[in-house]
């Protein structure tokens, strides 16, 4: 384990979470008070709410100087978790690079027996670490009311640097490269002096369609050039990610495609070590939505069949790994 790790401080959540529960259950006498306020006297009523309204305020300012640590804490988790995902993308790379050179010849059997064996070593080394670390931030987790509170201070984590390995690039051609202050246009550098190339055309303001609320609308500001009767009006397509039986996070999906995958490039992100890279993609469009495998290591499942490519219907449940996501159209 990562000192790191060890170091962050875990002593507000335990407050958090009792804070929390507190929180709850005055919620739900509030609300339950609502359905019963026929039944008590006007001054009983604004008596007793009033004393849950002030206990909820307090154990709002009692939360306050936790929620501040723990975010404190949770960003240097941030921090962690992409040095983690970067060291285990480094030595999947350089597993998938040892595997092609074996491939081309490059290796003996017996010494790209040892090499692989160390590099998978390195690899489940840094996965449990990454395992350590998305268990550390389900405890974060639990201690707020919903990703949205546990993210809105905690800062993004950098980006990750350039893949290990790189090709190297192909020498260029014998010829005179553009000076860095010249505008190359079709090949061709403009004289001196000459005005720059107009921006690209902007779609006519015809093309700009509204739809109904919780609608996504296709016309002709997102392709080709249409009427207005030709405006597909798409359904609010969503996958909910599962725990349970229960939706704990909601994903709106877009127009084309999104990828599904571990890392945080992932348009719909699952970090969890049985999810891939890129492990799956769906596809939003006026002929339906489809799910497709990209090749990943644990494969996808609809309605517990594996699949390469599904077209998804209302309440089909996507398995990717451990993890289930539930499809609404």
């Not at 300012?61 to 960003?75: F, G, I, N, T, V």
Request: aromatic residues 4%; charged residues 30%; negative net charge.
């Amino acid at each position: 384990m990562r000192a790191e790790l060890s170091e962050i401080d875990l002593s507000p959540i335990g407050e958090l979470v009792r804070i929390r529960k507190e929180e709850t259950v005055l919620e739900e006498r509030l609300a339950k008070m609502e359905a019963k306020n026929e039944k008590v006297s006007p001054v009983v009523y604004a008596r007793v709410k009033g004393d849950y309204e002030a206990r909820r305020n307090a154990l709002a300012k009692e939360s306050q100087p936790l929620k501040e640590k723990a975010h404190r804490e949770y960003q240097r988790l941030k921090l962690l978790r992409a040095e983690v995902e970067r060291a285990v993308e480094a030595v999947s790379l350089e597993k998938e690079e040892l595997e092609f050179r074996k491939d081309l010849g490059e290796f003996a059997e017996d010494e790209f027996k040892k090499r692989l064996s160390d590099c998978e070593k390195r690899l489940a080394a840094e996965r449990q670490e990454l395992e350590g670390v998305l268990q550390m931030r389900n405890t974060f987790a639990g201690a707020f009311r919903s990703e949205e509170e546990l993210e809105s201070r905690a800062l993004p984590a950098p980006p990750a640097p350039p893949a290990p390995h790189p090709v190297a690039p192909r020498p260029p051609a014998a010829e005179e490269a553009p000076t860095p202050d010249a505008t190359v246009v079709g090949g061709a550098r403009p004289p001196v002096g000459a005005a720059p190339p107009p921006p690209p055309a902007v779609p006519n303001a015809d093309a700009t369609v509204m739809g109904p609320v919780g609608a996504t609308v296709i016309g002709a500001a997102g392709g080709p050039p249409a009427s207005h009767s030709a405006t597909i009006v798409l359904p609010r397509a969503r996958l909910s990610l599962l725990e349970g039986e229960t939706p704990v996070k909601e994903f709106v999906l877009k127009p084309g495609a999104s990828v599904i995958g571990r890392l945080a490039q992932s348009d719909i992100q699952l970090p969890s070590t049985d999810v891939s890279r890129r492990h799956a993609q769906v596809t939003f469009g006026p002929e339906g939505c489809f799910v497709s495998d990209l090749g990943s290591e644990n494969g996808v499942a609809v309605n517990g069949k594996r699949i390469e490519r599904h077209r998804l219907e209302d309440g089909d449940v996507i398995a990717l790994g451990k993890q289930r996501l539930l499809f609404r159209a």
